[in-house]
């Protein structure tokens, strides 16, 4: 018998699910005030069996002043009065296993919010005591302490330290913050901070959630004496395997704390699961998250960025796939996220033109009916590939980026802090349109809506789409039956053959095709067509289409 357990194949329900991001603030909105809550996912769960994913992972929801949208957490164990109350989040929960999903609700542990009550302890107390060894706090440079204690950037943009004022009102230490100001970094090297996420951990565990997304999974340790790095940074970049590694991400010792929250999950009976958000490249450091005893799945961005084309798209997917077979780990896949621009306008850029972050008036704009093409082609291939498949809300209705929203109506701080550079990430958060002819397009009972909804929404409402042949949506649910049908999250992947234009591979029964180039491919003799991203040209699969076939 083969007892390493890299050697095995992981069985567990995440392996092959179909898992749906929900954006709390944009999902479904009970109350009329604009921003969607925890009532109104509950109320909204049936159109996720309609839909047939497996799981559910919740954006936060927990008490928070908002700056970073929820990520910037104030208490770890309670609901934000704007989305609800624990009761709701219990009966989300239950009435979510009721239908046989699954839910995953995000954790925050590399920093709290600022109004965290340890954190506004720490300011309250002397440099040294304790309190302050929770976050990171450190003198200031130069004779007065007024420059920073070294040069780091905060991923939104400026520098991530900020001068605190001591409570006589004069200038005092400074605290790094990786994102904003809001958002101090938690000290990882001191023990009283990991009891406490073990004991978050417990209490959400205990509620009976599946698991939890864990974010910046790579950033909580940093390394020792925090050395200078001149490089900006970047939340979209990893780090390539010939460059140094960044001091403030994927330090080796962030392992050791998910080996031991892994015993924590294995003591729950039911399967329940660690996800990484961790910016890292190549595909082999990643690998490294989910080793046998640490977490069980990693967000593959590596995927998620590739080229819209078929080299650059066979590259990623067999990187991947070798990476996580070292490690015994199933693979995941990933299109869009609240991070990113939506990819059905993602892809209507030009090829090899960067990668904005945000769009927005005044910006090259995408063109839609290309992005929309390439996107439903490029998740009908993810969609049949092994592993799990992570879908962001609204991207089953082919719902393009707001990329014309004003800027007075952007409230990512990356857009202030970045000096008004870089527009951020409101374009992908917009609360998503459910009816055409309803107030906020049935995001809510009222017109309110925290980020504006485009005039063009309606066409995209999910009841404009649903049982019409051939609608985005339908294209989704069929491709969803076919692979649980099928078993395409638990088979394998073979290469029939890769060129410059073409991908074609086969999981079980199922031959999967990609045409990247501009001329038509001819469809393989004799092969039943059971699922194509677009229609067919007579017997040619055009440009920009997957098609799934059965020969
Ligand atoms: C990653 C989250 O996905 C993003 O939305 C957030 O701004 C940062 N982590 C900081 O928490």
Known sequence: MNTDPTQQTPTGWWTEAAIYQIYPRSFADSDGDG???????????????ELGV???WLSPFYPSPQADAGYDVADYRNVDPLFGTLADADKLLTEARSRGLRVIVDLVPNHTSSAHRWFQEALAASPGSLPRSRYIFRDGLGPAGDQPPNDWQSVFGGPAWTRTVDPDGQPGQWYLHLFDTGQPDLNWDNPEVHEEFLDVLRFWLDRGVDGFRVDVAHGLIKQANLPDWQEPQEILSGNEIDKPRPPMWDQEGVHEIYRQWRQVLDSYPGERVLVAEAWVEPAERLARYVRPDEMH??????????????????AVITRSLEATDSVGAPTTWVLSNHDVVR???????????????????GDPQPDAALGLRRARAATLLMLALPGSAYLYQGEELGLPEHTTMPDEARQDPTWARSGHTQRGRDGCRVPIPWEADAPSYGFGPTDASWLPQPPSWAEYALDRQRDVPGSTYELYREALRLRRAHGLGRGTLEWLSSDDETLVFRNGELTVLTNFGDAPVPLPPNAEVLATSAPLTGIAIPTDVTVWLRS
């Open 343 to 361: 990819h059905a306008s993602r892809l209507g850029l030009a090829i090899g033109g960067g990668r904005p972050n945000g769009i927005g008036i």
């Open 35 to 49: 921003v969607g809550d925890l009532p109104g996912i509950t109320a909204r769960l049936d159109h996720l069996v």
């Open 54 to 56: 497996d799981a559910v």
């Open 297 to 314: 799945q990693a967000f593959n961005f590596e995927y998620l960025l590739a080229a819209w084309t078929a080299p650059a798209q066979y």
